[in-house]
């Protein structure tokens, strides 16, 4: 197996390669999927959707054509060949797909993790370096499954839906100004953002402050000793917002 990444704009498209055989992770558009896919020969069997909005979906309909199969959580506007629900497993090549359910960033977010790679894809749910916004406005969900995702393997690669990197990396400077890690992380992104990418479980729970939100060294550096973790992780998601 071996993760290709587009772009579109700064959306990631992930495309996943078993020999000659092809998964796409939220296309958003379809134009470089499919002159990806010619240029390499490959067979889309499989299109697996994060969640519904239209940055990582508007590719659908051109590419499902060839008569792949599109997967995705319920209760999306997307017509599905297959619902995917928590815990099961999708069989691509020789990998197991496992889904997991993480709402929070909207209703129907999932993650989809190769165990066996390890790998992460985590739509608007985790970034490198932050979280997607709570357009559901509720705080706990999202804390919930961040938490989820956190708790994976730390070898494991985190492939996010968008390329918000260094903005979410100043803005960690910014929260903690003297967390050295942090400062580090941010140094060597300047230094090579092409490197960054995919970056780690491993390095987002060191420096991502949206996973750490539960450490009471951040909860005090945002004048919050003691608080509920949801409440800090609330605050610390809106000062992102008004970033």
């Known amino acids: 197996m071996r993760v290709e990444t587009l ?18 992770v939220d296309p958003g558009v379809a134009g470089p999927v499919q002159a990806f896919l010619d240029a390499e020969g490959l067979t889309l069997e499989l299109i697996l959707l994060t ?12 590419l499902r054509r060839s008569g792949c199969v ?8 997307v017509a599905l060949d297959r619902v995917v629900v928590d815990g099961e497993a999708l069989d691509f090549g020789h990998s197991a797909i496992e889904v997991l359910d993480v709402p929070g960033h909207t209703a129907h977010d999932t993650a989809y993790c190769l165990p066996d790679e390890p790998a992460l894809f985590t739509g608007d749910v985790l970034f490198a370096g932050g979280c997607g916004r709570l357009f559901g ?3 706990a969900p999202m804390w919930r499954s961040l938490c989820r995702l956190r708790a994976l393997p730390a070898e ?6 968008h390329d918000y990197t260094l903005d979410n990396l100043e803005f960690a400077v910014h929260l903690e100004p003297d967390h050295p890690g942090v400062r580090e992380r941010l140094a060597r992104f300047r230094a090579d953002p092409h490197a960054a990418h995919p970056s780690t479980l491993a390095e987002e729970k ?7 939100c ?17 409440a800090v992780f609330a605050a610390v998601r809106g ?5």
């Open 137 to 139: 406005g509720d705080a």
């Open 7 to 24: 772009r579109a704009g700064d959306n990631f498209i992930y495309v996943l390669v078993a020999g000659q055989r092809a998964a796409v």
């Open 51 to 62: 969640h519904y909005h239209g940055d990582h979906t508007g590719g659908v309909s051109a």
């Open 206 to 212: 060191r420096t991502n402050p949206f996973l750490r």
């Open 239 to 243: 000062m992102k917002d008004r970033w």
């Open 156 to 161: 494991t690669r985190l492939y996010g839906g």
């Open 214 to 230: 539960d450490d009471p060294a951040l909860a005090a550096t945002i004048g919050m000793p003691g608080r509920d973790v949801v």
């Open 70 to 77: 599109v997967a995705g959580p319920a209760g999306g506007p």
